[in-house]
């Protein structure tokens, strides 16, 4: 959207310098243009629900649930990348009460642009960066999903349970 | 000659998404058999009946904090004719985490089940971070004892099995 206001712009100063010149006989001027699309990478997620957040329950006791949420990595560096997840703080509920990690469960789709999952199984989540996609060979723009499962082991007190995991992309 | 740049760039790499997950509140207690049998094999007042040993599922996961006298009752829709009912509990094994809250029987021995709301066992404090759950099988025994004697023939009547969360 940015580009497309500028080259507008371009355009406008052109017309008014060619006019000016017109009126007062014959001229030309050419306008050395230079176009610099600096290198880009992001990643973007999104959760199926609205609001953009995982929300997963109601959790019954022996129960399970599940949530997905697509990964979108805009680049175009042309060198391989790797995105890592890392869960930045404990699932801890109103009262206090914390959710143990290893009932709270991931796995990673391969990319729909040929970048490889890293975790194709149901895996806990854990507190430290962990490796979950690498993209292909040239570095493509990809896609993909991660599903999200809490599956506890035990009775969990009730409550609604929070926490952030944070996605990143890194240039290898 | 006018030079003209245009700079494209964007370099986010990172993105924090927010996780919730939804307990609902539990609150059950269950038994396998829907009904059971008490057989006397004498009508002589103080006769003991045969016993049945029932384990009953018990699951909360939002117990008020504290002791709870009374999570566990029993009642009879009416009493028997010439017989008491009565429970003994033998004790309450803990599947969940040992932090968990945990039952212990109101009385010791065989107690008498009336059509009166009768507490078979309180609920005794876990830990500060789990006090709230109780997950486990609380055993009890059910016999029936002759108050007078007794006539030949049967009776039926229906025992509601309490759990309450004390909130």
Redesign the interface.
């Known amino acids: 959207m940015?580009?497309k206001h500028?080259?507008t712009l371009?355009t406008v100063?052109c017309f008014f310098w060619n006019a000016e010149a017109s009126a007062q006989g014959t001229a030309t001027?050419?306008?050395?243009?230079?176009?610099?699309?600096?290198?880009?990478?992001?990643?973007?997620?999104t959760?199926d629900q609205a609001g953009?957040?995982?929300?997963?329950?109601?959790?019954?006791?022996h129960g399970s649930?599940t949530q997905t949420?697509h990964?979108i990595v805009?680049t175009n560096r042309g060198q391989p990348y790797r995105i890592t997840q890392h869960l930045?703080q404990d699932?801890q509920?109103e009262f206090?009460?914390?959710?143990d990690p290893s009932g709270?469960l991931f796995s990673v789709s391969n990319g729909l642009h040929g970048g490889q999952s890293e975790v194709t199984d149901l895996t806990p989540v854990k507190n430290g960066p962990t490796v979950i996609f690498t993209s292909n060979r040239r570095g493509d723009a990809d896609e993909f999903t991660i599903t999200?499962a809490?599956k506890p082991k035990?009775?969990?007190?009730?409550?609604?349970?929070?926490?952030?995991?944070?996605?990143?992309?890194?240039i290898q | 000659m006018l030079g003209f740049a245009l700079a494209v760039g964007l370099e986010s790499n990172g993105w924090a998404l927010v996780c919730d997950i939804d307990v609902p509140p539990t609150l059950s207690i269950e038994e396998a058999n829907a009904s059971f049998t008490l057989t006397f094999t004498d009508f002589i007042q103080g006769t003991h009946s045969s016993t049945y040993g029932a384990r009953y599922r018990v699951e909360c996961n939002h117990m008020a904090s504290g002791i709870v006298s009374e999570a566990v009752s029993a009642q009879l829709s009416e009493t028997f004719e010439s017989t008491k009912l009565e429970a003994s509990v033998d004790g309450y094994e803990n599947v969940g985490e040992a932090t968990y809250a945990t039952l212990a029987a109101a009385y010791s021995g065989f107690g008498e089940a009336s059509s009166q709301s009768t507490s078979l066992a309180d609920k005794h404090t876990g830990s500060p971070c789990c006090d709230t759950c109780l997950d486990g099988w609380l055993a009890v025994t059910w016999r029936a004892t002759l108050t007078k004697d007794a006539v030949e023939g049967s009776q039926s009547r229906t025992l509601t099995i309490t759990l309450r969360d004390g909130n």
Not at chain 1, 29 to 45: H, K, L, R, Y
Not at chain 1, 52 to 61: C, T, V
Not at chain 1, 96 to 99: D, I, S, V
């Open positions: 940015e580009t500028l080259f371009a100063l001027e050419t306008i050395g243009m230079e176009i610099n699309i600096e290198p880009a990478f992001s990643v973007e997620t959760a953009g957040n995982i929300e997963l329950g109601p959790l019954l006791p649930a949420a990964v805009y930045k699932f509920n206090g009460a914390e959710f709270m999200y809490a035990k009775l969990i007190p009730a409550g609604r349970y929070r926490a952030q995991i944070k996605i990143e992309g890194e």
